[in-house]
Each structure stands twice: as C-alpha cells, then as structure tokens.
C-alpha cells in the first residue's frame, strides 16, 4: 500500500504506530487466550515464559513497538494502552493464581522474560539461543521465589 492510501485511514504516522500497537496487544491476549494455564508454579512460570519471549521472536518490529518504546514521540492512546494494561493484569492473574502475590516478583520475573525475549531478537534471530535458556530462567526464579522472597514494599 502507497503512503497516500494509508493516510485515507489514519491522519498521522502515530495513529498508524498507535493502531498497531493495539493490533499487537491484542494479538498477545488471543495467545493467552490460547493457554491451558497451569496452577503449578512451574508449569505456569514456563508457559508464560515460552508465550512471551516466542511471540517478541516472532516479529522484531512489533516487539519494538510494543515493549521498547523505540519510536520518538510515540505514545500509544488511552485506549490501544488499555489493551498493554490487559496483558499484564492477565499474567499476574496468573501469577496470583498459583500463589506468587508479591508484586516485586512479578516485577522481577517481568524484567527476566523481556530480557531473554530482547536478547533472542538482537542477538539470535530466527533462532532459539535464548528460548533454550527458559527452563533454566523459570528454575531460578521459582528456587529463588519459594526459597527467599523478596522484602521491598510493594509501590
């Protein structure tokens, strides 16, 4: 599609990132609409981790789009952000579900995920050096959850 055609439908290059912002959210709620969610702790841990980091493999751009920010001056509206929100209340639904309440462990496990997602896309496309890496992720962070819980508050 030519430039021209697009703007017959969005005013602005931002509505067309906002657009697609909201389509990628969405699309990672239908995968998580997808999942049997497991209510072991490491089941559980393990497909939220394999659904994550293989749906930023999927697609570079989006993953940018949608978890780096990359683009300046974009800011997704109220509404495609909404959808954002929407996924990260259904992982820690997840998460409270198989007994992880403390919100700075969702924290940590939020930054462990994005990393290997992140390092998969810039340092191994298309193949998988660091979705090997989940079994040893959710191991580490599950031992370090039920074995030494974390005492910051909660802010």
């Not at 959808?83 to 939020?110: K, Y």
Request: without cysteine; negative net charge; charged residues 20%.
């Amino acid at each position: 599609m030519r430039a021209p055609s697009l703007y017959w439908y969005f005013d602005s290059k931002n509505e067309i990132y906002d657009a697609m912002f909201a389509q990628g959210n969405l699309a990672l709620l239908d995968e998580m609409d997808s999942e049997e969610v497991p209510t072991e702790l490491r089941a559980l841990l393990h497909r939220l981790a394999t659904v994550f980091v293989q749906f930023g493999a999927q697609d570079a751009a989006r993953f940018q789009l949608m978890f780096q920010r990359t683009i300046p001056d974009f800011e997704p509206s109220p509404e495609s952000y909404a959808l954002a929100i929407e996924v990260v209340e259904r992982s820690r639904e997840w998460f409270v579900a198989s007994g992880i309440t403390n919100p700075a462990h969702f924290d940590l496990w939020t930054a462990l995920v994005s990393g290997l997602a992140s390092q998969q896309l810039a340092n191994d496309p298309g193949g998988d050096r660091w979705q090997r890496l989940i079994d040893d992720v959710v191991d580490m962070f599950a031992n370090y959850v039920l074995n030494s819980p974390i005492t910051r508050s909660s802010t």
